[in-house]
Protein backbone atom coordinates (compact mmCIF):
# COMPACT_ATOMS: atom_id res chain seq x y z
CA UNK A 1 0.00 0.00 0.00
CA UNK A 2 2.61 2.82 -1.18
CA UNK A 3 1.17 6.03 0.09
CA UNK A 4 -0.37 4.97 3.60
CA UNK A 5 0.06 6.26 6.13
CA UNK A 6 0.92 2.55 9.05
CA UNK A 7 -0.14 3.01 12.35
CA UNK A 8 0.75 1.00 15.08
CA UNK A 9 -0.68 -0.45 18.35
CA UNK A 10 -0.46 2.03 21.27
CA UNK A 11 0.86 -0.96 24.05
CA UNK A 12 2.53 0.63 27.40
CA UNK A 13 2.78 4.80 25.98
CA UNK A 14 4.02 3.06 22.89
CA UNK A 15 3.53 3.07 19.22
CA UNK A 16 4.27 -0.07 18.16
CA UNK A 17 4.22 -2.27 15.12
CA UNK A 18 4.99 -6.24 16.21
CA UNK A 19 7.11 -7.81 13.79
CA UNK A 20 5.72 -9.98 11.10
CA UNK A 21 1.71 -8.37 11.74
CA UNK A 22 -0.40 -8.56 9.25
CA UNK A 23 -2.27 -5.01 8.06
CA UNK A 24 -5.58 -3.49 6.81
CA UNK A 25 -6.49 -0.01 5.96
CA UNK A 26 -10.09 1.46 6.07
CA UNK A 27 -11.28 3.63 3.13
CA UNK A 28 -13.42 6.38 2.61
CA UNK A 29 -16.97 5.58 1.92
CA UNK A 30 -17.71 8.27 -0.29
CA UNK A 31 -14.53 7.75 -2.51
CA UNK A 32 -12.70 4.40 -1.87
CA UNK A 33 -9.54 6.03 -1.24
CA UNK A 34 -7.43 4.41 1.61
CA UNK A 35 -7.01 6.16 4.56
CA UNK A 36 -4.80 4.30 6.73
CA UNK A 37 -2.88 0.83 7.37
CA UNK A 38 -3.44 -0.86 11.12
CA UNK A 39 -2.22 -3.73 12.34
CA UNK A 40 -4.21 -6.39 12.90
CA UNK A 41 -3.51 -7.19 16.16
CA UNK A 42 -3.64 -10.98 17.28
CA UNK A 43 -4.84 -12.17 20.56
CA UNK A 44 -0.96 -11.82 22.29
CA UNK A 45 -1.08 -8.50 21.46
CA UNK A 46 -4.21 -8.22 23.60
CA UNK A 47 -2.91 -10.24 26.12
CA UNK A 48 0.52 -7.40 26.46
CA UNK A 49 -2.12 -4.54 26.45
CA UNK A 50 -3.64 -6.05 29.34
CA UNK A 51 -0.78 -7.23 31.27
CA UNK A 52 0.80 -3.10 30.46
CA UNK A 53 -2.82 -1.92 31.85
CA UNK A 54 -2.49 -4.32 35.13
CA UNK A 55 1.12 -3.08 35.68
CA UNK A 56 -0.56 0.81 35.41
CA UNK A 57 -3.49 0.15 37.49
CA UNK A 58 -2.21 0.81 40.89
CA UNK A 59 -0.61 4.10 40.40
CA UNK A 60 -3.53 5.22 38.10
CA UNK A 61 -5.74 4.38 40.98
CA UNK A 62 -4.06 6.06 43.18
CA UNK A 63 -3.58 8.73 41.52
CA UNK A 64 -6.12 11.53 43.07
CA UNK A 65 -9.37 11.79 41.28
CA UNK A 66 -9.31 15.55 40.41
CA UNK A 67 -5.40 15.34 38.78
CA UNK A 68 -6.73 12.31 36.87
CA UNK A 69 -9.62 15.13 35.91
CA UNK A 70 -6.70 17.54 35.08
CA UNK A 71 -5.58 14.99 32.54
CA UNK A 72 -8.61 14.71 30.95
CA UNK A 73 -9.11 18.73 31.03
CA UNK A 74 -5.69 18.92 28.83
CA UNK A 75 -7.37 15.99 26.31
CA UNK A 76 -10.23 18.08 25.99
CA UNK A 77 -8.12 21.21 24.97
CA UNK A 78 -6.12 18.70 22.70
CA UNK A 79 -9.39 17.88 20.97
CA UNK A 80 -10.85 21.38 20.75
CA UNK A 81 -7.38 22.36 19.17
CA UNK A 82 -8.16 19.73 16.61
CA UNK A 83 -11.64 19.37 16.30
CA UNK A 84 -12.08 20.47 12.62
CA UNK A 85 -9.05 18.08 11.55
CA UNK A 86 -10.41 15.66 13.56
CA UNK A 87 -13.94 16.07 12.24
CA UNK A 88 -12.86 16.20 8.63
CA UNK A 89 -11.39 12.55 9.56
CA UNK A 90 -14.59 11.40 11.09
CA UNK A 91 -16.03 12.22 7.97
CA UNK A 92 -13.67 10.85 5.39
CA UNK A 93 -13.41 8.07 7.77
CA UNK A 94 -17.41 6.92 8.31
CA UNK A 95 -19.02 9.02 5.91
CA UNK A 96 -21.45 11.27 8.12
CA UNK A 97 -21.73 14.79 6.95
CA UNK A 98 -19.14 17.18 8.21
CA UNK A 99 -21.26 19.38 10.68
CA UNK A 100 -22.04 15.96 12.20
CA UNK A 101 -18.22 14.93 11.70
CA UNK A 102 -17.37 17.99 13.99
CA UNK A 103 -20.39 17.21 16.31
CA UNK A 104 -18.85 13.83 16.87
CA UNK A 105 -15.50 15.60 18.14
CA UNK A 106 -17.82 18.05 19.76
CA UNK A 107 -19.74 15.42 21.69
CA UNK A 108 -16.27 13.95 22.94
CA UNK A 109 -14.87 17.17 24.06
CA UNK A 110 -18.24 17.81 26.51
CA UNK A 111 -18.15 14.25 27.65
CA UNK A 112 -14.50 14.64 28.77
CA UNK A 113 -14.93 17.80 30.16
CA UNK A 114 -17.78 16.58 31.99
CA UNK A 115 -16.00 13.25 33.36
CA UNK A 116 -13.17 15.75 34.25
CA UNK A 117 -15.10 17.61 37.17
CA UNK A 118 -16.75 14.24 37.93
CA UNK A 119 -13.22 13.67 39.41
CA UNK A 120 -13.80 16.04 41.99
CA UNK A 121 -17.00 14.28 43.24
CA UNK A 122 -16.98 10.59 42.31
CA UNK A 123 -19.51 10.63 45.14
CA UNK A 124 -20.21 8.22 47.96
CA UNK A 125 -23.24 8.22 50.88
CA UNK A 126 -22.94 8.68 54.18
CA UNK A 127 -25.60 6.49 56.09
CA UNK A 128 -26.37 6.57 60.17
CA UNK A 129 -25.20 2.99 62.12
CA UNK A 130 -27.76 1.14 64.42
CA UNK A 131 -25.00 1.20 66.79
CA UNK A 132 -23.41 4.08 69.25
CA UNK A 133 -20.27 5.86 68.04
CA UNK A 134 -19.66 3.89 64.48
CA UNK A 135 -19.85 5.61 61.15
CA UNK A 136 -20.74 3.95 57.98
CA UNK A 137 -19.98 5.27 54.47
CA UNK A 138 -19.30 4.33 51.02
CA UNK A 139 -16.74 4.83 48.92
CA UNK A 140 -16.43 4.24 44.91
CA UNK A 141 -13.60 2.12 43.60
CA UNK A 142 -12.22 1.38 40.29
CA UNK A 143 -12.54 -2.45 38.92
CA UNK A 144 -9.28 -2.59 37.59
CA UNK A 145 -8.34 -3.02 33.73
CA UNK A 146 -11.78 -2.25 31.54
CA UNK A 147 -12.03 -3.43 27.91
CA UNK A 148 -13.91 -0.42 25.59
CA UNK A 149 -15.28 -2.39 22.24
CA UNK A 150 -16.23 0.58 20.00
CA UNK A 151 -18.55 0.55 17.03
CA UNK A 152 -17.84 2.82 14.16
CA UNK A 153 -20.90 4.93 13.89
CA UNK A 154 -19.88 7.84 16.54
CA UNK A 155 -15.93 6.89 15.97
CA UNK A 156 -14.58 9.35 18.13
CA UNK A 157 -17.63 9.85 20.68
CA UNK A 158 -18.37 6.84 21.81
CA UNK A 159 -14.74 5.92 22.90
CA UNK A 160 -14.56 8.79 24.42
CA UNK A 161 -17.48 8.23 26.71
CA UNK A 162 -16.30 4.79 27.86
CA UNK A 163 -12.27 5.67 27.90
CA UNK A 164 -13.10 8.97 30.00
CA UNK A 165 -15.23 7.78 32.66
CA UNK A 166 -13.40 4.41 33.08
CA UNK A 167 -10.27 6.84 33.44
CA UNK A 168 -11.79 9.51 35.81
CA UNK A 169 -12.96 6.42 37.95
CA UNK A 170 -8.85 4.94 38.58
CA UNK A 171 -9.33 2.05 36.17
CA UNK A 172 -6.70 1.38 33.31
CA UNK A 173 -7.85 1.12 29.52
CA UNK A 174 -7.79 -1.17 26.32
CA UNK A 175 -9.44 0.17 23.51
CA UNK A 176 -10.84 -1.98 20.44
CA UNK A 177 -12.07 0.15 18.25
CA UNK A 178 -14.49 -1.06 15.25
CA UNK A 179 -12.30 -1.86 12.62
CA UNK A 180 -13.84 0.70 10.00
CA UNK A 181 -12.97 3.86 11.79
CA UNK A 182 -9.52 2.95 13.30
CA UNK A 183 -7.98 5.95 12.22
CA UNK A 184 -10.44 8.11 14.05
CA UNK A 185 -9.39 5.40 16.82
CA UNK A 186 -5.62 6.43 16.62
CA UNK A 187 -6.78 10.37 16.76
CA UNK A 188 -8.50 9.53 19.82
CA UNK A 189 -5.79 7.70 21.60
CA UNK A 190 -3.17 10.38 19.92
CA UNK A 191 -5.46 13.60 21.90
CA UNK A 192 -4.61 11.38 25.40
CA UNK A 193 -1.05 11.03 24.63
CA UNK A 194 -0.80 14.25 23.52
CA UNK A 195 -2.41 15.15 26.55
CA UNK A 196 0.30 12.95 28.70
CA UNK A 197 -1.18 10.40 30.17
CA UNK A 198 1.02 7.76 31.65
CA UNK A 199 2.39 4.66 29.87
CA UNK A 200 -0.12 1.19 29.93
CA UNK A 201 -3.59 3.74 31.57
CA UNK A 202 -4.79 3.45 27.70
CA UNK A 203 -3.94 1.15 25.45
CA UNK A 204 -5.05 0.87 21.84
CA UNK A 205 -5.19 -2.38 20.00
CA UNK A 206 -6.87 -2.57 16.50
CA UNK A 207 -7.47 -5.99 14.73
CA UNK A 208 -10.60 -8.33 14.32
CA UNK A 209 -13.37 -8.21 17.08
CA UNK A 210 -13.55 -12.09 16.88
CA UNK A 211 -9.25 -12.10 17.33
CA UNK A 212 -8.63 -8.78 19.60
CA UNK A 213 -12.35 -8.53 21.29
CA UNK A 214 -12.73 -11.95 21.92
CA UNK A 215 -9.27 -12.58 23.85
CA UNK A 216 -10.01 -9.00 25.73
CA UNK A 217 -13.50 -10.64 26.67
CA UNK A 218 -11.93 -13.99 27.59
CA UNK A 219 -8.77 -12.32 29.22
CA UNK A 220 -9.15 -13.06 33.45
CA UNK A 221 -7.64 -9.97 34.11
CA UNK A 222 -10.42 -7.96 32.32
CA UNK A 223 -13.07 -7.03 35.17
CA UNK A 224 -15.40 -5.12 33.02
CA UNK A 225 -16.55 -4.82 29.12
CA UNK A 226 -18.01 -1.34 27.93
CA UNK A 227 -19.34 -2.53 24.78
CA UNK A 228 -21.48 -0.56 21.67
CA UNK A 229 -22.25 -2.25 18.57
CA UNK A 230 -25.06 -4.97 16.84
CA UNK A 231 -27.47 -7.01 19.35
CA UNK A 232 -25.75 -10.47 18.04
CA UNK A 233 -21.96 -9.23 19.16
CA UNK A 234 -23.44 -7.75 22.43
CA UNK A 235 -25.14 -10.71 23.44
CA UNK A 236 -22.42 -13.63 22.89
CA UNK A 237 -20.01 -10.81 24.55
CA UNK A 238 -22.09 -10.48 27.53
CA UNK A 239 -22.67 -14.81 27.78
CA UNK A 240 -18.70 -15.05 27.62
CA UNK A 241 -18.09 -12.26 30.13
CA UNK A 242 -20.74 -13.84 32.44
CA UNK A 243 -18.70 -17.11 32.35
CA UNK A 244 -15.95 -15.13 34.06
CA UNK A 245 -18.48 -13.18 36.27
CA UNK A 246 -17.11 -9.77 34.80
CA UNK A 247 -19.49 -6.93 34.42
CA UNK A 248 -20.26 -6.13 31.11
CA UNK A 249 -22.21 -2.95 30.32
CA UNK A 250 -24.12 -3.25 26.61
CA UNK A 251 -25.52 -0.57 24.56
CA UNK A 252 -27.00 -2.14 21.47
CA UNK A 253 -29.89 -1.68 18.43
CA UNK A 254 -33.01 0.32 18.48
CA UNK A 255 -36.13 0.68 16.49
CA UNK A 256 -36.84 4.01 17.45
CA UNK A 257 -40.59 5.30 16.73
CA UNK A 258 -41.39 9.07 16.54
CA UNK A 259 -45.47 9.46 16.63
CA UNK A 260 -47.23 12.45 15.43
CA UNK A 261 -50.53 13.12 16.99
CA UNK A 262 -53.43 14.77 15.09
CA UNK A 263 -52.68 18.46 16.73
CA UNK A 264 -49.08 18.18 16.47
CA UNK A 265 -47.26 21.33 14.92
CA UNK A 266 -46.67 19.30 11.54
CA UNK A 267 -43.61 21.61 10.67
CA UNK A 268 -41.71 20.68 13.58
CA UNK A 269 -42.44 17.30 13.57
CA UNK A 270 -41.58 16.97 9.87
CA UNK A 271 -37.62 18.65 10.92
CA UNK A 272 -37.86 15.57 13.70
CA UNK A 273 -38.29 13.29 11.37
CA UNK A 274 -36.13 14.62 8.14
CA UNK A 275 -33.02 14.67 10.97
CA UNK A 276 -34.16 11.71 13.26
CA UNK A 277 -33.98 9.22 10.08
CA UNK A 278 -31.68 10.50 7.97
CA UNK A 279 -29.24 12.15 9.39
CA UNK A 280 -25.41 10.16 9.84
CA UNK A 281 -27.85 7.87 6.90
CA UNK A 282 -30.01 6.30 9.55
CA UNK A 283 -26.75 4.95 10.99
CA UNK A 284 -27.29 5.45 14.95
CA UNK A 285 -29.25 3.88 17.61
CA UNK A 286 -30.98 6.18 18.65
CA UNK A 287 -32.17 7.18 14.67
CA UNK A 288 -35.94 7.22 13.87
CA UNK A 289 -36.77 4.22 11.67
CA UNK A 290 -40.29 4.45 12.30
CA UNK A 291 -43.04 7.47 11.74
CA UNK A 292 -46.34 6.58 13.64
CA UNK A 293 -48.90 8.71 11.83
CA UNK A 294 -52.14 9.90 13.75
CA UNK A 295 -54.85 8.54 10.90
CA UNK A 296 -56.06 12.25 10.84
CA UNK A 297 -52.98 13.14 9.19
CA UNK A 298 -51.82 10.72 7.76
CA UNK A 299 -51.54 11.79 4.27
CA UNK A 300 -50.98 15.71 4.85
CA UNK A 301 -48.04 14.81 6.41
CA UNK A 302 -46.94 11.90 4.38
CA UNK A 303 -47.08 14.48 1.06
CA UNK A 304 -44.48 17.39 3.29
CA UNK A 305 -42.51 14.50 3.84
CA UNK A 306 -42.44 13.42 0.02
CA UNK A 307 -42.12 16.74 -0.79
CA UNK A 308 -39.04 17.57 1.25
CA UNK A 309 -36.92 14.41 0.29
CA UNK A 310 -37.39 15.38 -3.06
CA UNK A 311 -34.97 18.06 -2.41
CA UNK A 312 -32.58 16.12 -0.57
CA UNK A 313 -29.33 15.80 -1.06
CA UNK A 314 -27.42 13.45 -1.36
CA UNK A 315 -23.46 13.28 -1.82
CA UNK A 316 -20.25 14.44 -0.90
CA UNK A 317 -20.34 14.21 3.23
CA UNK A 318 -17.55 17.27 2.96
CA UNK A 319 -19.82 19.56 1.02
CA UNK A 320 -21.44 21.30 3.83
CA UNK A 321 -24.27 21.48 1.83
CA UNK A 322 -25.10 17.69 1.51
CA UNK A 323 -28.00 16.35 3.67
CA UNK A 324 -27.24 13.14 3.72
CA UNK A 325 -23.64 11.24 3.02
CA UNK A 326 -23.00 7.48 1.87
CA UNK A 327 -23.49 4.79 4.63
CA UNK A 328 -20.53 3.78 6.07
CA UNK A 329 -19.27 -0.07 4.40
CA UNK A 330 -19.95 -2.34 2.03
CA UNK A 331 -21.49 -4.14 4.30
CA UNK A 332 -24.07 -1.74 5.45
CA UNK A 333 -24.61 -0.76 2.00
CA UNK A 334 -25.51 -4.77 1.23
CA UNK A 335 -27.08 -5.12 4.46
CA UNK A 336 -29.81 -1.67 4.04
CA UNK A 337 -30.15 -3.14 0.38
CA UNK A 338 -31.32 -6.34 1.80
CA UNK A 339 -34.24 -4.77 3.48
CA UNK A 340 -35.17 -2.95 0.89
CA UNK A 341 -35.90 -6.01 -1.37
CA UNK A 342 -37.66 -7.78 2.00
CA UNK A 343 -39.83 -4.89 2.18
CA UNK A 344 -40.67 -4.76 -1.18
CA UNK A 345 -41.74 -8.88 -0.68
CA UNK A 346 -43.38 -8.17 2.17
CA UNK A 347 -45.56 -5.71 0.54
CA UNK A 348 -44.38 -2.64 1.71
CA UNK A 349 -45.47 0.54 -0.62
CA UNK A 350 -42.41 2.29 -1.65
CA UNK A 351 -42.98 5.86 -0.94
CA UNK A 352 -39.51 6.96 -1.74
CA UNK A 353 -36.21 6.31 -2.86
CA UNK A 354 -35.43 2.03 -2.55
CA UNK A 355 -31.82 2.35 -4.93
CA UNK A 356 -28.30 3.06 -4.54
CA UNK A 357 -27.38 6.34 -6.11
CA UNK A 358 -25.00 5.81 -8.93
CA UNK A 359 -23.00 7.11 -12.13
CA UNK A 360 -19.99 9.47 -11.87
CA UNK A 361 -18.56 9.92 -8.21
CA UNK A 362 -21.62 7.73 -6.87
CA UNK A 363 -20.21 5.12 -8.43
CA UNK A 364 -17.18 5.21 -5.89
CA UNK A 365 -19.20 4.76 -2.71
CA UNK A 366 -21.68 3.44 -0.84
CA UNK A 367 -24.40 6.16 -1.51
CA UNK A 368 -28.49 4.89 -0.91
CA UNK A 369 -31.50 7.28 -1.88
CA UNK A 370 -33.39 8.26 1.61
CA UNK A 371 -36.19 5.96 1.69
CA UNK A 372 -39.36 5.58 2.86
CA UNK A 373 -41.87 2.44 2.96
CA UNK A 374 -45.94 3.02 4.00
CA UNK A 375 -45.50 -0.34 5.73
CA UNK A 376 -48.15 -2.12 8.34
CA UNK A 377 -46.97 -2.96 11.51
CA UNK A 378 -45.72 -6.33 12.23
CA UNK A 379 -43.89 -6.58 8.81
CA UNK A 380 -40.13 -6.98 9.33
CA UNK A 381 -38.74 -3.47 7.98
CA UNK A 382 -41.03 -2.34 10.88
CA UNK A 383 -39.57 -4.14 13.67
CA UNK A 384 -35.84 -5.18 12.65
CA UNK A 385 -33.40 -3.05 13.62
CA UNK A 386 -31.80 -1.80 9.77
CA UNK A 387 -29.54 0.81 10.57
CA UNK A 388 -29.52 2.91 7.47
CA UNK A 389 -31.48 5.52 5.71
CA UNK A 390 -34.77 3.66 5.55
CA UNK A 391 -37.87 4.73 7.35
CA UNK A 392 -41.04 2.80 8.15
CA UNK A 393 -44.37 4.77 8.13
CA UNK A 394 -47.23 3.26 9.75
CA UNK A 395 -51.09 4.56 10.57
CA UNK A 396 -52.35 4.68 14.17
CA UNK A 397 -55.99 4.96 14.72
CA UNK A 398 -55.53 7.48 18.08
CA UNK A 399 -52.99 7.50 20.91
CA UNK A 400 -53.35 4.22 22.58
CA UNK A 401 -52.78 2.58 19.02
CA UNK A 402 -49.94 4.74 18.64
CA UNK A 403 -48.24 3.85 21.86
CA UNK A 404 -49.16 0.20 21.19
CA UNK A 405 -47.33 -0.11 17.61
CA UNK A 406 -44.30 2.14 19.50
CA UNK A 407 -44.34 -0.53 22.21
CA UNK A 408 -44.45 -3.87 20.37
CA UNK A 409 -40.90 -4.46 19.06
CA UNK A 410 -37.96 -5.97 20.91
CA UNK A 411 -35.47 -2.94 21.24
CA UNK A 412 -36.41 -0.02 23.88
CA UNK A 413 -33.86 2.78 23.47
CA UNK A 414 -35.62 5.95 21.68
CA UNK A 415 -38.84 7.41 21.13
CA UNK A 416 -40.55 10.50 20.60
CA UNK A 417 -44.23 11.88 20.43
CA UNK A 418 -45.44 15.11 18.95
CA UNK A 419 -47.89 16.57 20.29
CA UNK A 420 -49.33 19.71 21.91
CA UNK A 421 -51.47 18.62 24.45
CA UNK A 422 -49.60 18.31 27.44
CA UNK A 423 -51.69 15.01 29.28
CA UNK A 424 -50.75 13.24 26.50
CA UNK A 425 -47.52 13.88 26.53
CA UNK A 426 -46.70 13.06 30.21
CA UNK A 427 -48.77 9.75 29.60
CA UNK A 428 -46.13 8.92 26.67
CA UNK A 429 -43.32 9.94 28.94
CA UNK A 430 -45.10 7.03 31.26
CA UNK A 431 -46.01 4.56 28.62
CA UNK A 432 -43.83 4.23 26.31
CA UNK A 433 -40.91 1.08 26.85
CA UNK A 434 -38.05 3.40 26.20
CA UNK A 435 -34.73 4.77 28.01
CA UNK A 436 -35.48 7.78 26.50
CA UNK A 437 -38.72 9.91 25.45
CA UNK A 438 -38.47 13.49 23.62
CA UNK A 439 -41.61 15.24 23.49
CA UNK A 440 -41.75 17.22 20.25
CA UNK A 441 -38.16 16.65 18.90
CA UNK A 442 -36.36 14.10 17.40
CA UNK A 443 -35.18 10.97 18.81
CA UNK A 444 -31.78 11.56 18.69
CA UNK A 445 -30.23 14.39 20.46
CA UNK A 446 -28.12 12.79 22.86
CA UNK A 447 -26.65 15.63 25.44
CA UNK A 448 -23.40 14.20 27.47
CA UNK A 449 -25.03 15.28 31.13
CA UNK A 450 -28.13 13.25 30.95
CA UNK A 451 -28.17 9.35 31.44
CA UNK A 452 -28.29 7.29 27.89
CA UNK A 453 -29.45 3.46 27.60
CA UNK A 454 -32.57 2.05 27.14
CA UNK A 455 -34.61 -1.00 27.85
CA UNK A 456 -35.69 -5.11 26.09
CA UNK A 457 -32.88 -6.08 23.59
CA UNK A 458 -31.50 -2.18 23.66
CA UNK A 459 -29.10 -3.54 26.67
CA UNK A 460 -28.58 -5.14 29.60
CA UNK A 461 -30.08 -2.42 31.74
CA UNK A 462 -26.84 0.23 32.68
CA UNK A 463 -26.78 3.64 31.61
CA UNK A 464 -24.06 5.46 29.63
CA UNK A 465 -23.18 9.18 30.46
CA UNK A 466 -24.36 11.72 33.31
CA UNK A 467 -23.09 11.51 36.46
CA UNK A 468 -24.79 7.19 36.51
CA UNK A 469 -21.77 6.93 33.95
CA UNK A 470 -19.17 6.00 36.96
CA UNK A 471 -21.45 3.14 37.98
CA UNK A 472 -20.68 1.20 35.27
CA UNK A 473 -16.48 1.67 36.02
CA UNK A 474 -17.10 1.58 40.13
CA UNK A 475 -17.50 -1.07 42.99
CA UNK A 476 -18.94 0.30 46.06
CA UNK A 477 -17.01 -0.56 48.92
CA UNK A 478 -19.11 -0.01 52.22
CA UNK A 479 -16.93 1.26 54.89
CA UNK A 480 -17.54 0.80 59.03
CA UNK A 481 -15.58 3.35 61.47
CA UNK A 482 -16.51 1.98 65.25
CA UNK A 483 -15.44 4.80 67.60
CA UNK A 484 -16.74 3.16 70.41
CA UNK A 485 -13.74 1.17 71.80
CA UNK A 486 -16.51 -1.50 72.44
CA UNK A 487 -17.63 -4.76 70.43
CA UNK A 488 -20.76 -3.44 69.13
CA UNK A 489 -22.78 -6.45 67.41
CA UNK A 490 -25.31 -5.08 65.01
CA UNK A 491 -28.77 -7.15 65.36
CA UNK A 492 -27.65 -8.69 68.79
CA UNK A 493 -26.98 -5.67 71.05
CA UNK A 494 -29.29 -4.70 73.15
CA UNK A 495 -31.51 -2.12 71.51
P1 LIG B 1 -20.50 -5.36 15.71
O1 LIG B 1 -21.37 -5.53 16.90
O2 LIG B 1 -20.04 -6.58 15.02
O3 LIG B 1 -19.18 -4.54 16.11
C1 LIG B 1 -19.07 -3.67 17.21
C2 LIG B 1 -17.68 -3.80 17.84
O4 LIG B 1 -17.51 -5.13 18.34
C3 LIG B 1 -16.54 -3.60 16.85
O5 LIG B 1 -15.44 -3.02 17.50
C4 LIG B 1 -16.20 -5.03 16.44
O6 LIG B 1 -14.91 -5.17 15.90
C5 LIG B 1 -16.34 -5.73 17.78
N1 LIG B 1 -16.54 -7.17 17.69
C6 LIG B 1 -16.96 -7.90 16.64
N2 LIG B 1 -17.00 -9.22 16.97
C7 LIG B 1 -16.59 -9.32 18.24
C8 LIG B 1 -16.41 -10.40 19.15
N3 LIG B 1 -16.67 -11.66 18.79
N4 LIG B 1 -15.98 -10.15 20.40
C9 LIG B 1 -15.74 -8.88 20.80
N5 LIG B 1 -15.87 -7.80 19.98
C10 LIG B 1 -16.30 -8.02 18.73
O7 LIG B 1 -21.22 -4.39 14.75
P2 LIG B 1 -20.98 -4.16 13.18
O8 LIG B 1 -20.01 -3.08 13.03
O9 LIG B 1 -20.67 -5.45 12.48
O10 LIG B 1 -22.43 -3.71 12.77
C11 LIG B 1 -23.45 -4.69 12.68
C12 LIG B 1 -24.76 -4.09 13.13
O11 LIG B 1 -24.70 -3.75 14.52
C13 LIG B 1 -25.17 -2.80 12.45
O12 LIG B 1 -25.70 -2.98 11.20
C14 LIG B 1 -26.14 -2.27 13.45
O13 LIG B 1 -27.38 -2.90 13.31
C15 LIG B 1 -25.53 -2.64 14.76
N6 LIG B 1 -24.74 -1.54 15.35
C16 LIG B 1 -25.26 -0.86 16.39
C17 LIG B 1 -24.58 0.21 16.92
C18 LIG B 1 -25.10 0.99 18.05
O14 LIG B 1 -24.73 2.14 18.19
N7 LIG B 1 -25.93 0.42 18.90
C19 LIG B 1 -23.30 0.65 16.37
C20 LIG B 1 -22.82 -0.18 15.29
C21 LIG B 1 -23.52 -1.22 14.83
P3 LIG B 1 -14.69 -5.17 14.30
O15 LIG B 1 -15.09 -3.83 13.82
O16 LIG B 1 -13.25 -5.45 14.15
O17 LIG B 1 -15.57 -6.26 13.76
New binding site residues.
Given amino acids: MPGTTQHGLFIDGTWESPAGSARFVTRNPATGEELGSFVSGRAEDANRAVAAAARAFPAWRDTPAPKRGELLLRVAEVLRHRKEEIGRVVTMEMGKVIAEGRGDVQEAIDFVEYMAGEGRRLAGETIPSELYRKFCMTVRQPKGVVAC??????PTA?PNWKIAAALICGNTVVF?????TALCAVEVVRAYEEAGIPAGVLNLVT????V???A??SHPKVRAIS????????R??YVRGAQQLKMVHL????KNPQIVMDDANLPLALEGVLFGAFGTSGQ??TATSRLILHEKVYDEFLAMLLERLAKFRVGDPLDPATDMGPVASA??EK?VLEYIAIAHSEGGRLAFGGKKRTGGAFDRGFFLEPTVFETSHGSRISKE?I?GPVLSVMKARDYEDAVRIANDVDYGLSSSIYTKDVNRAFRAVQELEAGITYVNAPTIGAEVQLPFGGVKNTGNGGREAGSVAIEEFTEIKTVFLDFSNHLQKAQIDPR
Wanted: charged share 20%.
Fill in positions: ITPWNFIKPASNGPGGVGNLVFTGGVETGDVELGGRCDQKEF
